[in-house]
C-alpha cells in the first residue's frame, strides 16, 4: 500500500511514517540469525559471462584459504578457465550430489566438514529433483544458518527483475533467477567490472581497441552500466543501514535525490515532469510532499490527489507531512531523507501570512542548508 | 616531439577506484600482462615506488622506463620521465596516479598534462585515479567527508578517456588490507582510519565511484550511438515510469561573481548539465563601464571564475548593467536559458544596508524561469 492510498482512505497516521523496508527487514532477520555465527555471505556480480566473476572469487578463497581460513569448494561452474583450474587445485573440493537427473550441492557432506567458508558458484542454479531445496540461494541460506560462510557470484541476466532487460538487450534468456533482494540483503557485494572488448575476448573473439568499437561491445555496455548502478543501489543501501547502526547522521550526496513540494496553487504538473527527467538521467531517487496545514481549505484535497497519482506514476515516493510550519517540516523530511535538491513553485500571489512572515519560497532558501533549491515558475 | 597531424591520438584508460589500496595498480598491471602476452609493446611509465609487495612482484615482469630523479629541499623525489618514454615510443604506457602534482620545478605542474603529451604523440595511456580527485566531485566529497581534496583533475580529462573501468573491493575488504599494513606504512594507518577510511566514509565514496563508473559508461554509450546511429534498449526505455524525452534541450546559465562560492557554483552548474546533455554559459554582469574599474581584488576573483568556467568548457559572456539581477534574467529570457544557477552568498554589506539578498531578487524577477540556489555543500551538519 502506498502512501497516497493511505492517506486518501484516511488511514494515515504520522507514527507510522517510517516504514522499513522488506529488504531491510530481511536484512535485519538475517543479520540477527547469522550474527550469533558471523557467517556472512558475499557475491560476486557481473554484468556477463568473461567478466572474471569466478577468478576473483576464488582467487579471494585461494587467499583466505593461505591466510588460514578454512575454506572448501561446494560448487562451481561447468566451463573453467585455465586460470580458474589453477586456482581450484589449491582448494579443497567437495564432491557434488550425483541424482538420476543431474548434480547438486551435497549440502549434508558440507554442512558435515563444517568448513569457515564454502564457495557455492554459481548463485543462481537450480536444483535437480531429489535434492533438499529447489533453488541453490535456498541452501546458500541454510548454510549461512549454520555459521558456514559463502563465496557465490551471479551474473546480472539471473537477478529476476533485471531478466527481461538484459533479454531486450541481449536475446539471452534463463529460467534461473534470484531475486534482487537477495542481493541486497547479502553481506557483501562485489562488481567485477571490466570493459566489454576485454570481456569478449574472453569469451574467444578478436581484441578491439579501448573504448566501444562495435554493437556488441555496445549491448554489453548497456548491461555493464546496469550492474554498476544496481552495485550502487546496493552500497547504498548498505551505507542506509551503517548509518541506521550507528546513529549517525545520514551521508549526503552520494546520489541525486529530488524533493518535490507539492501545494494546490504550484505548477505541480511542471515540477513532476522535471522531476521524473532529472530521476532517469541522474539515475537518482524522487519524492514528493504535501503539508497539510491545520485548518486548510478541504477543497484543496482534490488537486493533491491528483498531483500525487501523477508523481507516483512518475516513480515517486509520496507523503503527507502535518504540520503547521511547512518551511520546518519539509526541510525536516529532506534531512532525513537526504534530499539534494529541493523542488518548490514560486509564489506568485502572497498571502497575508507571507507578507508578516516573508516569502516561504525565501524562507525555504534560507533554512535548507546544504540542499540546493530550485524554484519553479508559477 | 609534438603530435603531427598524421598520428592519431592515443586512447586513455582510467582505472578509477574509491580509496588508496582498492586494487586500481594491480589490476592495470594485471591487463598489461594480458597485453604484453598477446605481444603488445607495454611499458611501466610511472610506478609508485612505495607500493605494495605482490603488485611490486606485478610491476617487475614488465618494462620499466626509469624514473627521473629531482632534488628538492634536500631530499630525493622520483617522476616520470616523460620525455624518456617519448624516446621509447611503446604502444601502451602506464602512468600510475594521475591526479599526482609533480615536484617544483618538473617541466609540466600536473601528471595528468605529462600523460597529455604522451597521448599527443600517439602512445596509448592506462593510468589509476581516486574518485576523490574529480574536479566537478569536489563539493561533494567535501560535503560527504568533511576532506577538501587539493589535487584535481579536469573533468575534461576523464571524458576523454576512451575507457573507464571501476575498480572494486568492500570496504571490510579494503580494511584488512589497511590493517594488515599492506596500504600504507604503519605510522600512516591511523591518520588514514581517520580521514577518509572513517565510518560511512568508504562506502559513500564507492556508491560515488559506481554511480560515476556508470554515467562515464553511459555517456560514451551516447558518443557511440551518435556516430554509428546506434539503436538498442537504453536503460531508460526499458525503466517502468521512464519518460520520453522529447523535451527541448535545456540551457544552464550560471552567475558568476567575486564571491568564493562561485567555484562551487561552476562545478555544480557543470555536472547538472553534464547530466541533463544541456548547454551551459557562464556570466559576470559588471555595474562599472569598464571592466578594469574593478576593484583589484574583485577583478582578480571574477577573472579566475571565469577562466576556471573555461576551462570546465563552459561559454562565458560578460554584459553591462547597473541592476545586476535584472541582466542577469534578461540574458536568460533572450537567451532561452532554462535554469538559471545562482548562489547564496553570505549577505555582505550591501545586502545588509538594502534589507535584501541579491539572489532573492533574481528569484523574485524570474518568475517565467526555473531557479537553481546551489548550496553551500562546505557547510556540514554537526557530525
Redesign the interface.
Known amino acids: 500500500m502506498t502512501f497516497y492510498t493511505l492517506f486518501r482512505t484516511g488511514k494515515m497516521r504520522l507514527s507510522e511514517l517510517p516504514r522499513p523496508s522488506p529488504e531491510r527487514l530481511l536484512k535485519q532477520v538475517q543479520a540477527e540469525e547469522s550474527k550469533r555465527w558471523g557467517a556472512k555471505l558475499k557475491i560476486f556480480l557481473g554484468y556477463a559471462p568473461g567478466v572474471g566473476k569466478s577468478y576473483r572469487m576464488l582467487d579471494e578463497a585461494r587467499r583466505r584459504h593461505e591466510r588460514g581460513e578454512d575454506v572448501v569448494v561446494g560448487a562451481v561452474q561447468g566451463q573453467q578457465s585455465e586460470e580458474v583450474q589453477g586456482l581450484l587445485r589449491q582448494l579443497e573440493t567437495i564432491p557434488p550430489l550425483q541424482t538420476s537427473e543431474g548434480q547438486g550441492i551435497d549440502l549434508d557432506a558440507i554442512l558435515r566438514r563444517a568448513p569457515q567458508v564454502c564457495v557455492i558458484d554459481p548463485l543462481a542454479a537450480q536444483n535437480p529433483p531429489g535434492c533438499r531445496h529447489a533453488h541453490r540461494w535456498q541452501d546458500v541460506q541454510e548454510l549461512l544458518r549454520n555459521g558456514i560462510s559463502v563465496l557465490s557470484s551471479v551474473n546480472l541476466l539471473h537477478v529476476a527483475e533485471y531478466k527481461d532487460k538484459v533479454q531486450a538487450i541481449t536475446g539471452k534468456n534463463t529460467t534461473e533467477t534470484i531475486p534482487k533482494s537477495f542481493l541486497l540483503a547479502a553481506d557483501d557485494i562485489v562488481i567485477v567490472d571490466v570493459p566489454p572488448d576485454l570481456c569478449l575476448w574472453r569469451q574467444g573473439e578478436k581484441l578491439t581497441s579501448t573504448g566501444i568499437s562495435n554493437s556488441q561491445e555496445r549491448r554489453l555496455s548497456e548491461l555493464r552500466e546496469l550492474a554498476l548502478l544496481l552495485t550502487a543501489e546496493v552500497v547504498d543501501a548498505q551505507l542506509e543501514s551503517y548509518v541506521h547502526a550507528h546513529g549517525i547522521e545520514p551521508v549526503f550526496g552520494t546520489h541525486e535525490r529530488f524533493l518535490i513540494c507539492i501545494t494546490p496553487n504550484s505548477d505541480a504538473p511542471a515540477m513532476i515532469e522535471s522531476g521524473a527527467r532529472n530521476k532517469e538521467r541522474f539515475q537518482g531517487d524522487l519524492f514528493a510532499v504535501y503539508v497539510c496545514e491545520p485548518g486548510r481549505s478541504k477543497r484543496e484535497g482534490v488537486a493533491i490527489r491528483r498531483y500525487f497519482a501523477a508523481a507516483e506514476k512518475a516513480g515517486a515516493s509520496t507523503e503527507v507531512l502535518e504540520s503547521d510550519d511547512p518551511i520546518s517540516a519539509i526541510v525536516n523530511f529532506a534531512r532525513e531523507k537526504r534530499i539534494t535538491q529541493i523542488f518548490i513553485g514560486n509564489s506568485a500571489h502572497n498571502t497575508w501570512r507571507d507578507r508578516l512572515l516573508g516569502d516561504p519560497v525565501l524562507r525555504l532558501i534560507r533554512a535548507a542548508e546544504g540542499i540546493d533549491v530550485r524554484v519553479f515558475p508559477h | 616531439m609534438p603530435g603531427s597531424a598524421d598520428t592519431p591520438r592515443g586512447?586513455?584508460?582510467v582505472y578509477l577506484g574509491y580509496a588508496a589500496g582498492v586494487g586500481k595498480t594491480f589490476q592495470m598491471l594485471s591487463?598489461a600482462h594480458?597485453a604484453a602476452e598477446?605481444g603488445i609493446d607495454v611499458v611501466v611509465a610511472y610506478f609508485e615506488p612505495h607500493a605494495r609487495p605482490d603488485t611490486m612482484g606485478q610491476a617487475q615482469r614488465l618494462e620499466l622506463v626509469p624514473h627521473r630523479k629531482i632534488a628538492y629541499r634536500g631530499k630525493t623525489f622520483q617522476e616520470m620521465d616523460t620525455e624518456a618514454v617519448l624516446r621509447r615510443k611503446p604502444a601502451i604506457a602506464l602512468v600510475d596516479e594521475l591526479a599526482h602534482t609533480n615536484i617544483p620545478g618538473s617541466t609540466r605542474a600536473k601528471r595528468w598534462e605529462d600523460v597529455q603529451v604522451l597521448l599527443d604523440a600517439g602512445i596509448?595511456v592506462w593510468t589509476t585515479m581516486n574518485v576523490q580527485h574529480i574536479e566537478s566531485l569536489n563539493d561533494?566529497i567535501w560535503?560527504?567527508t568533511g576532506i577538501q581534496v587539493r589535487e584535481t583533475v579536469p573533468d575534461g580529462i576523464i571524458r576523454q578517456a576512451?575507457?573507464i573501468?571501476?575498480?572494486?573491493?568492500?570496504p571490510?575488504?579494503l580494511l584488512n588490507r589497511l590493517k594488515r599494513g599492506a596500504v600504507y606504512k604503519p605510522e600512516m594507518v591511523e591518520k588514514a582510519l581517520n580521514g577518509f577510511f572513517k565510518?560511512?566514509n568508504l562506502?559513500?565514496l564507492?556508491?560515488?565511484t559506481?554511480?560515476q563508473?556508470?554515467?562515464e559508461?553511459?555517456l560514451?554509450?551516447s558518443a557511440?550511438?551518435e556516430t554509428?546511429g546506434?539503436q538498442?534498449?537504453?536503460?531508460?526505455e526499458?525503466?517502468?515510469?521512464?519518460?520520453p524525452?522529447n523535451?527541448p534541450k535545456e540551457r544552464i546559465l550560471i552567475h558568476i561573481t567575486a564571491d568564493p562560492s562561485t567555484a562551487m557554483l561552476i562545478r555544480?552548474g557543470r555536472r547538472v548539465a553534464d547530466?541533463?546533455?544541456a548547454d551551459c554559459t557562464a556570466l559576470f554582469v559588471h555595474q562599472t563601464p569598464e571592466l578594469p574599474q574593478l576593484r583589484a581584488a574583485e577583478r582578480e576573483a571574477v577573472e579566475k571564475h571565469l577562466r576556471f568556467a573555461r576551462s570546465l568548457q563552459i561559454e562565458t559572456r560578460i554584459l553591462v548593467g547597473i541592476d545586476i539581477a535584472k541582466t542577469v534574467v534578461e540574458f536568460a529570457r533572450q537567451n532561452r536559458v532554462t535554469?538559471i544557477f545562482v548562489a547564496?552568498p553570505h549577505p555582505g554589506f550591501l545586502e545588509r544596508l538594502r534589507g535584501k539578498?541579491f539572489?532573492?531578487d533574481i528569484?523574485?524577477l524570474?518568475?517565467?524561469?526555473?531557479?537553481?540556489?546551489?548550496?553551500?555543500?562546505s557547510?556540514?551538519?554537526?557530525?
Open positions: 586512447s586513455l584508460k591487463d594480458v598477446r596509448e561533494q560535503q560527504i576512451a575507457e573501468v571501476a575498480v572494486d573491493v568492500t571490510d575488504a565510518g560511512s562506502g559513500a564507492r556508491e560515488l559506481l554511480r563508473a556508470a554515467h559508461v553511459d560514451r554509450q557511440y550511438d554509428r546506434f538498442v534498449p537504453r536503460i531508460s526499458a525503466r517502468p515510469g521512464a519518460v524525452d523535451q555544480r547530466y541533463l546533455r535554469q547564496y539578498h539572489t532573492e528569484v523574485r524570474a518568475q517565467d524561469l526555473q531557479v537553481t540556489i546551489v548550496a553551500d555543500r557547510r556540514r551538519q554537526a557530525p
